[in-house]
């Protein structure tokens, strides 16, 4: 018994051999001993031999972009005019391009619509702009969405841009906030809501006045309550070393000097010229604060 390539050959007895002449085959009547030992041989798969060439397929090219372009003009004109309708009949391809327009004052379509309280085309503005920035974005002189909505006490498109991420403390290139706005307009619910997003009370801007110094010149009674109660510095001191007290009283202010006197505003603090509140006085007005300065005093 011999092996090769791992199989059994076994001495085969031939019984009968028959051979056909009219079909040029044979056949063997075979009889193996012990062919249950016989391992089974199974012939390795034959390749698959491609018929055809194969051709890479065939993609279609990206169709243009057939997306219309609006023109620059009617888009801050409609803007401006509110055109509610024109806005909603733009597709999101040409409201994604929208964003990123600016006209000759650097104002985005979206601070325009604020600025001429369209609210509900600043409903759609902001909410197709999912960026921070572009709620953000400042006109040249530092001016965002958030400063002329407060500036002009539009309570809704306050609410609407603080909800988006406006930022509530940002400020212009003069330093001022949102809130110095709303305090210098006297414009109550608009303070109120700043304050109650996290407005800084104290902050003051480039000349050093905090938005009670905006209230008391001019002459917000109201708004100067209001910052006052909420933890306002009745002293502060801006850059000319004036008092809120004294920027009543320079703008003869009466109602809200009196007003910070009552609160315990210092009548003696001198300014960087040496003038002190009652220095600052008119000769009319000095009478009354000193009357008003002894109650306090008295009580």
Same mark, same amino acid.
């Given at each position: 018994m011999r092996e090769s390539f791992g199989y059994q050959f076994l001495p085969?007895?031939? *019984?009968?051999l028959k051979f056909d002449p009219l079909s040029f085959s044979t056949s063997f009547a075979l009889?193996?001993?012990?062919?249950?030992?016989?391992?089974?041989?199974?012939? =390795? =798969? &034959? %390749?698959?031999? %491609?018929?055809?060439?194969?051709?890479?397929?065939?993609? =279609?090219? %990206?169709? /243009?972009?057939?997306?219309?372009?609006?023109?620059?003009?009617?888009?801050?004109?409609?803007a401006d005019n509110g055109d509610l309708s024109f806005f909603k009949s733009l597709s999101q391809p040409q409201l994604h391009r929208c964003l990123a327009l600016r006209n000759e004052d650097g104002r985005s379509l979206l601070h325009v619509a604020v600025s001429s309280?369209?609210?509900?085309?600043?409903? &759609?503005?902001? /909410?197709?702009?999912? *960026?921070?920035s572009g709620i953000n974005s400042a006109d040249e002189e530092g001016?965002?969405?958030?400063?002329?909505?407060? *500036? *002009?006490?539009?309570?809704? &498109?306050?609410? &609407?841009?603080?909800?988006?991420?406006?930022?509530?403390?940002?400020?212009?290139?003069?330093?001022?906030?949102?809130l110095h706005y709303a305090a210098s307009k006297g414009w109550l619910k608009v303070a109120e809501i700043l304050l109650s997003n996290g407005a800084k009370i104290n902050s003051k801007d480039k000349v050093g006045c905090t938005p009670l110094h905006r209230a008391a010149s001019t002459g917000k009674s109201e708004l100067c309550e209001l910052l006052i109660e909420e933890g306002a510095d009745i002293d502060a001191v801006d850059r000319a070393g004036q008092t809120p007290i004294m920027s009543a009283v320079i703008c003869y202010n009466k109602e809200i000097a009196l007003l910070l006197i009552?609160?315990?505003?210092?009548?003696?603090?001198?300014?960087?010229?040496?003038?002190?509140?009652?220095?600052?006085?008119?000769?009319?007005?000095? %009478?009354?604060?000193?009357?008003?300065?002894?109650?306090?005093?008295?009580?």
């Open positions: 085969l007895r031939f *019984s009968k009889r193996l001993p012990h062919s249950k030992h016989l391992k089974p041989w199974t012939a =390795p =798969p &034959i %390749p698959k031999l %491609p018929t055809e060439m194969e051709i890479d397929p065939q993609y =279609p090219e %990206p169709e /243009a972009d057939k997306t219309e372009i609006i023109n620059e003009d009617d888009l801050f004109r409609a309280a369209r609210t509900e085309v600043v409903k &759609i503005l902001a /909410a197709f702009d999912h *960026s921070i001016w965002a969405p958030l400063h002329s909505a407060a *500036s *002009s006490g539009n309570v809704e &498109i306050v609410k &609407i841009l603080l909800d988006r991420g406006a930022d509530v403390n940002l400020k212009n290139n003069g330093g001022r906030t949102a009552r609160h315990g505003a210092d009548v003696d603090v001198e300014d960087k010229e040496g003038y002190t509140v009652l220095g600052r006085a008119s000769d009319e007005f000095r %009478p009354i604060l000193i009357d008003a300065a002894k109650a306090m005093l008295e009580g």
